[in-house]
């Protein structure tokens, strides 16, 4: 599918995956809704992808807050897919972990994921259709010692997003998940490009990954994609 002119809003924009995603989608002419907490970062993205001539709206809030996803998706009334990239973790034993940690991290993997999604379908379904990309991990599949926060929370975003599936099929809105291996990004409270991630994949291969699942012909859906660097296990 041609990508030029679409609305794509991708959550957690200001780094990382979702911010390669956006300097991608806009060389392909996507004009496009940004989202994330950090405003400088997303300030600057839009100076500079609104040079190539698109369309860039941005959101300063968090993905947690029911009101301040409602006043973003409020904007719009096309809106041809969403890439629900926003999220983090954190890994401790299960004994030592917070409540507020807890509850920050499903309020941003899960409940953010939820919110717009709830918010979104009836936009697609207005329009006739459109396409839900949930960005999880392959931690959605698997877990580790240390993981039982992080991993829970990417299972849970997994079983909402094949549950919903299900659900809007039948009005052609398809929803697609993504479950990457180790990314190069400031995930792991490193800098992007720090050594110890050299071989991990870049932001770029996951820009990549997704721009393909947007791209699929009306009539295809890739629902699923799992994708590591050659250097890890899996
Ligand atoms: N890096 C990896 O190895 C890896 C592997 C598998 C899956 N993933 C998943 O990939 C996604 C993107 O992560 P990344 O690797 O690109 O990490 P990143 O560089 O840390 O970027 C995370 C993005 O999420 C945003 N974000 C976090 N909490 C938010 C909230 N409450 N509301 C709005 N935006 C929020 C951050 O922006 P602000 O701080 O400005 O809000 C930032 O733009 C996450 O869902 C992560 O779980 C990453």
């Not at 409020?74 to 807890?102: L, P, R």
Request: glycine share 8%; charged share 20%; with cysteine.
């Amino acid at each position: 599918m041609d990508l030029q002119n679409k609305t794509i809003l991708i959550t957690g924009a200001s780094k990382g995956i979702g911010r390669a995603l956006a300097k991608m989608l806009a060389a392909k002419g996507v004009n496009l809704g940004l989202i994330a907490r950090s405003e400088p970062e997303l300030i600057s993205l839009q100076k500079e992808l609104s040079a190539l001539g698109v369309e860039v709206k941005i959101f300063v809030g968090s993905v947690a807050d029911e009101t301040f996803v409602k006043a973003v998706v409020a904007n719009y009334t096309q809106i041809d897919a969403i890439v629900n990239n926003a999220g983090f973790g954190v890994f401790k034993q299960a004994e030592n972990i917070t409540t507020s940690e807890w509850d920050s991290i499903y309020d941003t993997n899960v409940k953010g994921t939820f919110l717009f999604c709830r918010e979104i379908v009836p936009v697609m379904k207005a329009n006739g259709g459109g396409h839900i990309i949930n960005v999880a991990s392959d931690v959605a599949k698997r877990v580790f010692d240390g993981g039982s926060l992080y991993c829970s929370s990417k299972y849970a975003q997994d079983a909402f997003s094949m549950a919903l599936r299900k659900e809007i099929r039948k009005d052609n809105i398809k929803v697609s998940v993504v479950y990457s291996g180790l990314v190069d990004t400031h995930f792991h409270n490193l800098e992007e490009g720090d050594a110890h991630q050299a071989e991990y994949l870049t932001s770029e291969n996951m820009a990549d990954s997704i721009t393909y699942i947007l791209s699929a012909p009306k009539h295809v859906v890739i629902d699923e994609l799992m994708i590591h660097p050659m250097s890890q296990d899996y």
